[in-house]
């Protein structure tokens, strides 16, 4: 993958793998998630807006499409609450690098992976673990109940988010045989029908617990009870304003493009072009094309689950934490561990 | 123990069926304002935009009897002082200088302090010559909270005014030749 | 030290307030918390105490009905209607057919228009904002109703001692029956979209219970009364104003998403009642008796004989009472309101407790508590 990045890049042949790398996060970092997180910004305001009868930003560009970029400017004016917590500040770096650690990993399309290991489908998951830890520190280091009542429901929901998770992720990496990006997207192709999720049945329902186990795990509404605007004001983000707080909405936002590009690529056929459109690009040696057109499909697959998830998250009422964590651990991991032995029975008849 | 487990395991399953058809149902009733299905009237965005285009409502829109911002026109004011005693917040300011016999009331001080009103139309009710009324201006925004005054008196009586009814006073009495007129000074 | 003594934790006391998106205005509610669990709570109210009453005393007769007005600005017609009724009484004033008819209609709008906020009010508390924002759409078509015959959305200064102050316009019959056949048509889409959903039903289904007994000792009136199973309405069995030519039935609740008397009951009941409203307000358009719409014009020197009256009405919160005092002056000599929050905000030490954080804004809200109408 490094040759292929140094091609695209046009670097000389000697440059140190290190020096690639850092090239190719910062690249990946800005040109690809930040858009894509200012643009989910927007559309998430007017799609809101649209189901609710009104009509949303309109007037910062054309139909109120830079408004994300004139809240960033706003936010980047106002100044921060003084009230400088150190253990807070070491928590809040901690979540941000554990997050962002993520970049690394992002499965953005099959000749430009950084790390194409079979623990890169796992290191998210670490990313995600380790960010909520840090928000509870966060938020037991803060005197106010809203810090500390948010930091507590965080945990809870964060831990248990993720058992489900793992095992919807166990569900798409059996019949890739592996776990590494590069099996998983070659065990779907372009055609719905070789994707995870309709492959079979079980797919389906691994599908959907991967994507409602997000939500418990970042925290989207209705599922987010340890921000509960309603009566704690953001639980660990309350006092916040001022930069920090336009890192902590982008935060958000990366985390659950972060979800659905893996829900995507481990359930939705990922980055997969047609076969004779793949061949004929590679044949004729246009890297840069390839790369394009897969990032093309990978990230309308992607918005088109974020829409969906912003959808039914606004026409729902929130559910109280209890319930999210009630809803985790007696409704979504039952059927994800029977959707794993149903795809482990399915696979064993398949290729046995 | 075997129905109680079937019936727990059966309490379940519903509730899972009823959470996602709630879910699906929820959707299918929002989904229209999404795509605007029923083009008639019910599902469009209802935001008044203000104060840029035409779809905001302007002053002339609003019905007959708004209560907006008052209005009082002096000439038709008898200085009867209804208003003033009405008002339940005593922002009506009225005062008259004495006039000759004949001459119509002068109203020299007519201040409304729209800091303090609170558009309740009682004022407005009282008036018998009917001149203060109701506009359907609403927009009263000023930057100086003292600029909320706003007066509809006549001020004091000038020499112009006391030199004008000194002349008509002598007319009636026949002292003044009336083709014989006066050099304005 | 057992390890049971070596982990115990203590109380956590939080006040919110007096201005907190969960509370229902300025109050404080200080809690006392186990973790999640509440283990007590007492309210503080009076951050929006304005001398109301104090300030009766000291206008004429002609304008002080203009403060009554202001004593809940969602249903300012029901403080009005009261210090009205209490007056006539004292003066024996005879109120014209016609005049009571359109007090009825405003006031059964105003009742729409009251549970409308309230049905907003609990979709923001869940979270619902497509709900939140379809439902205050639908009351701003009320509120142009209102501007259009009094010239006011909100404080409507309308009632006078007598009757009431304008006749109906041009047209305003049509438009009334125009928002009645709306509402009726999303009181269906509100249903399918919230009233009934399965989050919803978890987050106010035997949440607050609010028992008859407990609702009978601590005065508590109106639709949460109704709600906890008890029948009481002043309209049936006090009936003014005309309301005793009309047929209509008083819901009470049946506790169908849970218990009777929880948060969920008191959210259906608002919205049968919308509907009640409903049936009354066609009654009433659709025979307006003819007539005049003030018998008196009372001046600045009005007077009413010195005596004392009592009048009840049925606010969209519960039963609104007015003791009236007059010493043969031209000012009112003391007014007392008995407002129906007085016993909502009785219940609610005993209503959070044992419940969890996240539901003291479902609580709270559900009771429909004002605390303009609380504070006076």
Redesign the interface.
Known sequence: MITAWQSILNLPEHTPHAVVMILVLIISYLFVVLPCSLIMAFMERKLSADLQARVGPNRSGPAGFFQPVSDALKLMQKVDSPSSNRAEAIWLGIAGMALYSTVAVLPLGSLILLVDTDMSVFLPFWGVIVLTFATLMMGLTQDTVSGWLGGLRTSLRGMAGVFPALIAVLCAGLPAGGFSWSHIAAAQSAAPYHWTAFNNPFGAISLIVFLMSGMIVLGVAPLDGAISFSELRGGTAAHLSGPKLGMFRLSRFYGMFLWCVMAVVLFLGGWSIPEGLTEALRDSNSFGVIVLIELFVLLIKTFAVMLLIVMFSQVTPRMRVDQVTDLNWKVLSPFSLISLVGFAFWTAWLHG | MTSSVLSTLAEYFRDVFRGARSLFGSFMTALPYLLNVNSGDLRKEVTEQYPDPVSSKTADDLPPRTRGLLFNDIDRCSACRECEWVCPVHCIEVETQSVPADAKVWVSKFDIDFAKCIFCGLCVEVCQPASLIHTKQFEGSVYDVRDLKKSFGRGPIGEDQRRKWARAQALDEGREDPKRGEWPS | MSLREYLATDF?N?S?GPY???LPGPMMLRLQ?DG?IIVSGETEAGFLHRGLEKALER??W???L??A?RLDPESAIFGELAVCLAAEEIAGIDVPRRAQNIRVILSELTRISSHLGFLARM????????M???VL?DR?RVLDLF??????RF?I?FLRLGGV??DV?EGFIERVIDVCELIR?RLK?YN???S?????L??SSWIGVLSSERARALGVTGPNARAAGLSLDVRKSAPYSGYELIDFEIPVGRGEGGTIGDAHDRFVLRLREITQSLEILKQSVDSIPAGQFQSVKIS?EFTIAPGEAYSRVESPRGTLGCHLVSDGGTRPARVQFKTPSTGHMLTIPELVIGT??????VILLSLDISLAEFDR
């Open positions: 956590t939080w919110l907190h998106p969960a918390l999640e206008h004429s002609q304008s002080s203009t403060y007005d979709a923001k508390a869940v979270g619902s904002t497509p939140f924002h379809y759409r701003e501007e259009l015959l009094t010239g006011a404080s200064n102050s304008a316009t048509i889409e399918d979209l919230f009934f959903n399965h989050a919803f978890k987050r600045r969890r954080v996240e539901d003291i804004s």
